[in-house]
């Protein structure tokens, strides 16, 4: 089987399975019945990894992907996958933040090419008096300690995503060091995505690619 077959069933049996509107409560209670990043504030992403694999390895089998140093990535069958979230109304659009250089550069020598799975829609902002932001905390148990230290320095809370309006999955296969190296000349994709930027730990971030949907060439696209 080729690449752009498996995307392709990869992409009916999403379609066809997966709803297009993510209620935030009700998918963060999904998380936490599973045990799956219930208490992450992004919980979008989250809950596509978790709905995309399961889904997946359900209809066609197959397994988590493999890990590159902290990254694991998210699916494996006969290629790897990687699973995406990106709302069109984002302020970042059309840009959009994807996986650790260095373990998408490995994936791709030892596995014949990386996938990306992304699943683009409209993120719904409605949460003006923090009602959902105030259930999530309280589901969470309470403040964590990246949040007591953002309101120490004085820094604004990011708007909470309340739902989400899928709309369409986007896939495309890197195929190759080659195929890399000729996106970033291109333009399309960069290396540089959060270089400097700082964990809630302190520690630096590794460098992740970043890609933009509205230059990505077609050939590249299932």
């Known amino acids: 089987m080729t690449y752009k077959d498996e995307g392709y069933k990869i992409k009916e049996i999403l379609n066809s399975k997966i709803r297009k509107n993510w209620e935030g ?3 963060i209670l999904e998380l936490k019945d599973a045990d799956y990043n219930w208490r992450q504030m992004e919980w979008i992403g989250w ?17 988590i992907g493999p ?12 290629y790897v996958w990687d699973f995406k979230a990106h709302p069109l109304n984002s302020s ?29 829609g409209n993120a719904v902002y409605n949460d003006e ?26 820094a604004p809370s990011r708007k909470r995503k309340v739902a989400f309006d ?10 190759s060091k080659e195929t890399l190296d000729n996106a970033i000349s291109v333009g399309w994709l960069s290396g540089d995505a959060q270089t400097g930027w700082r ?13 933009n949907f509205d230059l990505i060439p ?3 696209k299932i």
């Open 129 to 154: 008096d923090g009602t959902f932001r105030e259930w999530h905390v309280g589901l969470s148990g309470g403040k964590s300690a990246y949040v007591k230290h953002r309101i120490a320095r004085g």
């Open 47 to 63: 809950y596509l990894e978790y709905i995309g694999r399961k889904v997946l390895i359900d209809n066609l089998g197959g397994c």
């Open 166 to 175: 899928l709309t369409d999955f986007l896939i495309i296969f890197i195929d």
């Open 92 to 120: 970042g659009h059309p840009w959009a933040i994807m996986n650790d250089c260095e373990a998408v550069n490995k994936c791709i020598e030892d596995n014949n090419g990386i996938g990306f799975i992304i699943a683009l």
């Open 25 to 27: 409560r009700e998918c």
């Open 199 to 211: 964990n809630s730990n302190g520690n630096p971030r590794r460098s992740k690619y970043e890609i």
């Open 218 to 220: 077609n050939e590249l």
């Open 67 to 78: 890990t590159y140093g902290r990254t694991t990535l998210d699916y494996k069958k006969e």
